[in-house]
């Protein structure tokens, strides 16, 4: 057993590079165990995001602000009118600056801007592309979307990281009885990937064959993948878009390192 006590300490410190004692996890000196788990979910998103650029020009600046305030007007009854989520509906202060476009090496007065922000989240794509199609776009209104997201993320990156952590003791659980181990006692853990060495590119985790490759956690890449594509419809004046919406794909990630005994 005390063969096994060597082969487990060799095998593990080989898959565990120098730079693990950099990162969140350190390595022990008695033999242990260092395993991931992995959960993942995808769900449909719920907020579908459009802001909304309101600006005017004119040399008497009330009537621009009076422009700016009939134009968020109108929009902020659409936002009702279609859905938009409450308490995602935002709008900016009124901004007041000088505007100037440069002429012939030198900048010449135009009148006063005044600008305002506008935001606001429908539950549903289709709701949003209603919104879109009530819309008139200017100059003077300016429309934009953003990528969609869910509504329940954060709840659900919190179960995802306790099923992956529960699936780390499951794992070490099964490498320990496989060679006749037992566990004495957690090491550490963390959702920092660890790096590895003797050929495996340094932040990423062997995967089984054929499945999914997967973003490295460690260096902070999104894990959520989102998808949306629209297509300009009707006359230039005219916003109307066909939305579609690809499901998000949750995932996180648990590293532990678990210390270990000979069974005997």
Known sequence: MKLLSALLLSSTLAVAAPNVWAQANTVPSEPHLLVKGNASRTVLPD?????????????????ARKRVQANSERVMQLFAQHGAIADTVRADNLSIEPSTRYDDGKDVFEGTAVSRDLEAAFP?????????GGLKASREVQVSTATPTYSGAARLRAELKAEAAA????????LAEAYGARITGLYSISD????????????????????PDREDYAEGRALDRVQVTGSRAGAPSTVGE????AP??????????FLIKDGS
């Open 192 to 211: 920092v990937a660890p790096s590895f060495a003797y050929g495996v590119q340094a932040g990423t985790w062997p995967t089984s064959p054929g499945a």
């Open 124 to 132: 549903t794509a289709q709701a949003l592309q209603a919104f879109l």
């Open 167 to 174: 699936q780390t003791r499951a794992s070490a659980k099964g």
């Open 47 to 63: 907020r579908f995001v459009v802001k909304i650029a309101l600006e005017s020009v004119d040399m008497q600046t009330d009537i």
């Open 248 to 257: 998000i794909t949750y995932t996180e990630n648990v590293y532990a390192i």
């Open 242 to 245: 066909l939305l579609a919406a």
